[in-house]
């Protein structure tokens, strides 16, 4: 299908999303890459099932959260045996990336 969306973390510092990156340089709480990896995917993850032009930022939020805490990041990540064992991002990280992701289309 013509629906994959391609997902590059570089470092700490940024997470591209078909092409587009989210610059995490100055989100403090962000340690490792891996927590921007996971970042990422929630973007990604939110982008393929949750904003359907309706919903606000926070609803999006909750909904990732409610997703995670019932199924794990396994769920956000298309169970990827590498990430599916990442720290699950904060609400205030998640928040953040979606601050600064200029295609975002709620």
Known sequence: GGSRIKLKTMGREA????????????????VDSEQVTALGYCVKYAQKNIFDGKTTLIQVVDQLEAVMEKQGMAAVCESRSSVANMARPRRQEIFACFDRYRSLKL
């Open 15 to 30: 997470v591209s999303i078909d092409r587009e990156t989210i610059d995490l340089r100055y989100v403090e709480q962000i």
